[in-house]
């Protein structure tokens, strides 16, 4: 991967959701401008979005006042979803047997650049 300059990020880690389901949700707004991706999270009928929503404002505040970038101004350059671990339960089952429940967690990560920077 290319390192860029001005790359701004924002991480959510331990997320209570799977990350396939994440990166089903972050293929779409890749790409796209801040306002885009803020609209497109809004309106899409997904738990996830929740969390990814607020990863992005996080990741724009952070380019606000750490970097002085104006929030029109910002692009999705990199969204992705890591697995993180599994929180292991059991359920009880027929005959005094437990079953194995795994719930698994994610960490989101978001990248944005400057799109007048940009090549």
Request: glycine share 4%; charged share 25%.
């Amino acid at each position: 991967m290319d390192k860029i300059d001005n790359e701004i990020f924002a991480a959510g880690k331990y997320l209570r959701l799977s990350p396939i389901k994440a990166n089903r949700i972050l293929n779409q707004i890749r790409g796209k401008k801040y306002q885009d991706a803020i609209l497109i999270l809004q309106f899409m009928p997904y738990r996830a979005c929740i969390n990814i929503k607020k990863i992005l404002v996080s990741a724009a505040s952070n380019a606000e006042h750490n970097h002085g970038i104006k929030k029109q101004e910002l692009e999705i350059h990199k969204a992705f979803a890591n697995q993180g671990p599994k929180m292991k339960r059991f359920q009880p089952r027929a005959q005094g047997r437990a079953f194995p429940i795994h719930k698994p967690t994610c960490h989101i990560t978001l990248s944005l650049v400057n799109t007048k920077h940009k090549q």
